[in-house]
């Protein structure tokens, strides 16, 4: 059960195990491009191309037909990687061993939506995948197995979700294979990792160097990070921690480093609207002095 890419490596792990996969449960497909043409997620493409078959529910919650006919497939277990739909008590009770979910930190930090780029936003150290078998709370459960990966200060969140989506294949088919003994969730320490919006996404110069840099790192490519320069919006997709000072947002000089709250940004890859990325100083070549602030 998953939609997204992070869960095809898993997936295919488990069917490369030899695994029987008596169903497969995605998004059901949506509207892309610009004929808007009906498009299988990517779980949906990987499950067609090994012969699976797949379900595609729009809901669960009330839908108790789609219950008896989850409770009819007469499941050893049901593997959960970033399916999108909430599974009600009724689909949680119904495999042998219980729903795994395959959840992308250590729990219980960063339980929710975005526990990727909460970890690198956060400065944490590392994060992992955490096994769980799941419960009606929101990645409550008790857990079954945890790995853990490092985070540098050049990890991005596409680096991290390629790391992890791997990880979680190999955590996965190890549970599958031994299922180790539930272990329940420290009392304290749990935090909340939001669905991501664009108003995460602004850059506010009054704010650190390390942490803005952290913000950039952890929002691209979606929903990114920007501000506003010289009357227009410039998405910020690069940049490096350097030591200078000045007016929260003043421009500093032609590598167009940037001053913030404390410390300064050079801005090494930026994007105007409707334009081709470029390097920041290359892009600063062509705005006329005296530089504005960024706001």
């Given at each position: 059960?998953?939609?997204?890419?992070?869960?095809?490596?898993?997936?295919?792990?488990?069917?490369?195990?030899?695994?029987?996969?008596?169903?497969?449960?995605?998004?059901?497909?949506?509207?892309?491009?610009?004929?808007?043409?009906?498009?299988?997620?990517?779980?949906?493409?990987?499950?067609?191309?090994?012969?699976?078959?797949?379900?595609?529910?729009?809901?669960?919650?009330?839908?108790?037909?789609?219950?008896?006919?989850?409770?009819?497939?007469?499941?050893?277990?049901?593997?959960?990687?970033?399916?999108?739909?909430?599974?009600?008590?009724?689909?949680?009770?119904?495999?042998?061993?219980?729903?795994?979910?395959?959840?992308?930190?250590?729990?219980?930090?960063?339980?929710?939506?975005?526990?990727?780029?909460?970890?690198?936003?956060?400065?944490?150290?590392?994060?992992?995948?955490?096994?769980?078998r799941m419960d009606e709370g929101l990645d409550t459960g008790p857990m079954?197995?945890?790995?853990?990966?490092?985070?540098?200060?050049?990890?991005?969140?596409?680096?991290?979700?390629?790391?992890?989506?791997?990880?979680?294949?190999?955590?996965?088919?190890?549970?599958?294979?031994?299922?180790?003994?539930?272990?329940?969730?420290?009392?304290?320490?749990?935090?909340?990792?939001?669905?991501?919006?664009?108003?995460?996404?602004?850059?506010?110069?009054?704010?650190?160097?390390?942490?803005?840099?952290?913000?950039?790192?952890?929002?691209?490519?979606?929903?990114?990070?920007?501000?506003?320069?010289?009357?227009?919006?410039?998405?910020?997709?690069?940049?490096?921690?350097?030591?200078?000072?000045?007016?929260?947002?003043?421009?500093?000089?032609?590598?167009?480093?940037?001053?913030?709250?404390?410390?300064?940004?050079?801005?090494?890859?930026?994007?105007?609207?409707?334009?081709?990325?470029?390097?920041?100083?290359?892009?600063?070549?062509?705005?006329?002095?005296?530089?504005?602030?960024?706001?």
């Amino acid at each position: 059960m998953g939609s997204p890419a992070f869960a095809v490596p898993a997936l295919q792990a488990l069917h490369a195990a030899g695994h029987e996969i008596a169903c497969v449960y995605t998004q059901p497909p949506r509207p892309a491009g610009r004929g808007h043409t009906l498009t299988p997620c990517p779980v949906h493409a990987a499950a067609s191309a090994l012969g699976l078959p797949v379900r595609g529910p729009a809901r669960l919650k009330r839908d108790t037909a789609e219950h008896a006919a989850f409770a009819a497939l007469n499941l050893d277990a049901a593997v959960v990687a970033a399916y999108g739909l909430i599974l009600p008590a009724a689909m949680l009770d119904a495999p042998r061993l219980g729903c795994l979910n395959i959840h992308a930190s250590l729990l219980p930090r960063w339980r929710g939506a975005a526990p990727i780029q909460a970890a690198i936003m956060a400065g944490d150290a590392e994060t992992g995948i955490t096994i769980m078998r799941m419960d009606e709370g929101l990645d409550t459960g008790p857990m079954l197995l945890r790995g853990t990966v490092p985070i540098t200060n050049e990890t991005t969140t596409p680096m991290l979700h390629d790391q992890l989506a791997e990880m979680g294949a190999r955590l996965i088919v190890q549970t599958l294979h031994h299922i180790p003994p539930p272990v329940p969730q420290p009392a304290e320490g749990a935090t909340y990792a939001a669905k991501l919006t664009r108003d995460d996404a602004r850059i506010d110069w009054s704010r650190d160097a390390v942490s803005l840099h952290r913000q950039i790192r952890a929002l691209n490519p979606w929903p990114g990070t920007f501000c506003q320069f010289a009357g227009e919006t410039l998405k910020i997709l690069a940049a490096t921690p350097v030591t200078a000072a000045g007016e929260p947002g003043q421009v500093l000089d032609a590598s167009f480093t940037v001053a913030s709250g404390s410390g300064a940004l050079r801005l090494d890859r930026v994007q105007r609207a409707g334009r081709p990325a470029t390097s920041g100083d290359a892009f600063l070549r062509g705005v006329p002095k005296p530089w504005p602030n960024l706001t």
